[in-house]
């Protein structure tokens, strides 16, 4: 157990849908990142949160956004969900931000749109 | 442009024997490397890391290797064991950069019994 804490497991939806996944990051840690697992794509960082505030930005669509609140859970938002979103979703934390140490990944999301 | 990649997608051994996991990066301002194990329905799970003052690191039953001249990373399972049946990816970060990883698309080792 990474100490990663990612709801719900498993999500259907249909297309022009909107879904929220929910990350909790290990007891202390201050950085979120949110990665999307495709088949096809491999792992791709969207995001990353540092103590609220935004601190880097991938390969995130428009129509895709996270925030980070106080108590430092975290939420990714995707919207007008489209058959090509389907994929793991994972997030990972870290204390100092990965340049210091390893981060530690959630068991995932896995998003499925019909 | 940045990239991670793997230079084969299946790895097949025999439980027992070592076994070698080869990664190629691209960007040469990359300073820090990461092996992660994901099993089936798992997020990746750390395995070791290198930072690029060093060539060679160990851990338990496994040492990564860099090679910051022709910019490869291998990392190396010794006795591989049932358990060790998983997909195997390197990642790499640029410490002067932005704080992501990238990851490479992944190597599948299946261990014989």
């Known amino acids: 157990d990474s100490g990663v804490t990612q709801t719900p497991k498993h999500l259907i939806t249909a297309t022009g849908q909107r879904v929220t996944l929910r990350c909790s990051p290990r007891?202390?840690?201050?950085?979120v990142y949110w990665y999307q697992q495709s088949l096809d794509q491999g792992l791709q960082f969207l995001i990353q949160?540092?103590?609220?505030?935004?601190?880097a930005k991938g390969n995130i669509l428009e129509r895709f956004s996270a925030q980070q609140f106080p108590d430092l859970h975290s939420e990714l938002n995707l919207s007008s969900l489209e058959l090509g979103d389907s994929a793991l979703y994972f997030c990972?934390?870290?204390?100092?931000?990965?340049?210091?140490?390893?981060?530690?990944f959630g068991q995932g999301t896995r998003l499925t749109v019909v | 442009g940045e990239s991670v990649g793997l230079h084969l997608p299946t790895l097949s051994v025999q439980e027992g024997d070592n076994s070698i996991i080869n990664c190629a990066y691209s960007?040469?301002?990359?300073?820090?490397f990461i092996w992660y194990k994901q099993e089936s329905g798992k997020g990746p799970q750390f395995i070791i890391d290198?930072?690029?003052?060093?060539d060679k690191r160990q851990g338990q039953r496994v040492t990564v290797l860099l090679n910051k001249t022709v910019k490869h990373l291998s990392l190396q399972i010794a006795a591989t064991q049932p358990g060790d049946s998983a997909v195997y990816f390197c990642?790499?970060?640029?410490?002067?950069?932005?704080?992501?990883?990238?990851f490479g698309k992944g190597t599948k080792l299946t261990v014989n019994p």
């Open positions: 990972a934390s870290n204390t100092l931000g990965v340049k210091d140490t390893e981060a530690f």
């Open positions: 007891s202390g840690d201050l950085s």
């Open positions: 949160y540092y103590n609220g505030e935004e601190r």
């Open positions: 960007n040469s301002a990359s300073d820090y």
């Open positions: 290198i930072r690029s003052n060093m």
């Open positions: 990642a790499e970060n640029n410490r002067g950069g932005s704080e992501k990883l990238v």
